[in-house]
């Protein structure tokens, strides 16, 4: 029956040795259609179905899982068959290169030590473990750095390497902290061309200390000079400079005030001050 064979079938292999094959049922397939997977590694090997089929929620296999997968050289045999109780159905069949759908994992143990004096890191790391090789020269490796704390989130410096276990680093600034990733690829050998994961971000480098100093300076004049302006403000309104400075009442006059009195009263109440050993001296003047 045309249409009932599976379609859009796919297989990748992940964290060194498990696989995961997918496909979807023919469009024209009876409802009733079920699905089994046989694969043969190489010619060596027998023919084997799937121990572990992914199911979708009518219980129909959609998918398989596959455990301790080995990449050899030869091409890999898979077989999709189907059956109903209404019709016969397509069979569909394809040779796949194993290690060409690998995902590769990100390198390993990667560490980064600077020299204070050259102002360069040296960054190193293991390769990618894979089933079917163990050599530096297979793979190449793209180095992305980032300063941390990039608001951007733009690259500062990025790398692409063949082989080796180590790169040079120079930096441009001493007073940032910086966050590196990497990831890997197949360069030659029988290794999966495209880009693998990426690592986990490792970070390095010394803060910038004067920078965080500078801001805490400013953040504390802003301060300063925001409360400074709120209690000015607070204190127009609610008059308490009054409070705290009154006013020096000005000094009376002694002679203000005084109403029109009696001289003769006036006169009376002064009391004449004389010495007891006053001598009075009378004078006359005496015509000639």
């Known amino acids: 029956m045309n249409g009932s064979a599976i379609e859009n079938f796919s297989c990748v292999i992940y964290n060194i040795s498990l696989m995961k094959c997918t496909w979807q049922a023919g469009r024209d397939a009876?409802?009733?259609?079920?699905?089994?997977?046989?694969?043969?590694?190489?010619?060596?090997?027998?023919?084997?179905?799937?121990?572990?089929?992914?199911?979708?929620?009518?219980?129909?296999?959609?998918?398989?899982?596959?455990?301790?997968?080995?990449?050899?050289?030869?091409?890999?045999?898979?077989?999709?068959?189907?059956?109903?109780?209404?019709?016969?159905?397509?069979?569909?069949?394809?040779?796949?290169?194993?290690?060409?759908?690998?995902?590769?994992?990100?390198?390993?143990?990667?560490?980064?030590?600077?020299?204070?004096?050259?102002?360069?890191?040296?960054?190193?790391?293991?390769?990618?473990?894979?089933?079917?090789?163990?050599k530096d020269k297979c793979f190449k490796y793209e180095i992305n750095i980032k300063y941390k704390g990039n608001p951007e989130g733009k690259t500062k410096y990025t790398s692409i390497q063949e082989g080796g276990n180590s790169h040079t680093f120079q930096r441009s600034n001493t007073r940032r902290k910086y966050l590196l990733r990497m990831r890997s690829a197949g360069s030659a050998c029988l290794v999966s061309p495209s880009w693998g994961e990426w690592s986990a971000t490792v970070e390095f480098g010394n803060e910038e200390i004067?920078?965080?100093?500078?801001?805490?300076?400013?953040?504390?004049?802003?301060?300063?000079?925001?409360?400074?302006?709120?209690?000015?403000?607070?204190?127009?309104?609610?008059?308490?400079?009054?409070?705290?400075?009154?006013?020096?009442?000005?000094?009376?006059?002694?002679?203000?005030?005084?109403?029109?009195t009696n001289p003769e009263l006036?006169?009376?109440?002064?009391?004449?001050?004389?010495?007891?050993?006053?001598?009075?001296i009378l004078v006359t003047d005496i015509e000639k």
């Not at 796949?96 to 990100?106: A, D, G, H, Q």
């Not at 400074?228 to 009154?246: D, E, N, V």
């Not at 006036?266 to 009075?280: A, G, L, R, W």
Request: proline letters at 4%; a negative charge; hydrophobic letters at 35%.
């Open 266 to 280: 006036m006169e009376s109440k002064i009391q004449p001050i004389t010495s007891e050993n006053e001598e009075i």
């Open 30 to 134: 009876p409802g009733d259609t079920q699905y089994f997977l046989y694969w043969q590694n190489s010619r060596d090997n027998d023919m084997m179905e799937c121990e572990l089929y992914i199911k979708d929620e009518n219980g129909r296999n959609t998918g398989c899982r596959f455990q301790n997968v080995m990449i050899k050289t030869e091409g890999a045999y898979f077989l999709v068959n189907g059956s109903s109780k209404d019709s016969l159905i397509q069979f569909y069949d394809e040779y796949i290169e194993l290690y060409k759908i690998e995902r590769l994992m990100p390198p390993s143990n990667i560490t980064v030590n600077c020299d204070e004096m050259k102002n360069e890191c040296i960054i190193q790391w293991q390769r990618p473990q894979i089933s079917h090789s163990n």
């Open 210 to 260: 004067i920078s965080s100093s500078v801001w805490i300076l400013v953040v504390i004049a802003v301060a300063t000079v925001l409360v400074a302006i709120s209690t000015i403000l607070f204190c127009q309104r609610a008059g308490c400079w009054k409070a705290a400075f009154s006013q020096i009442p000005e000094p009376k006059s002694s002679f203000c005030g005084l109403s029109d």
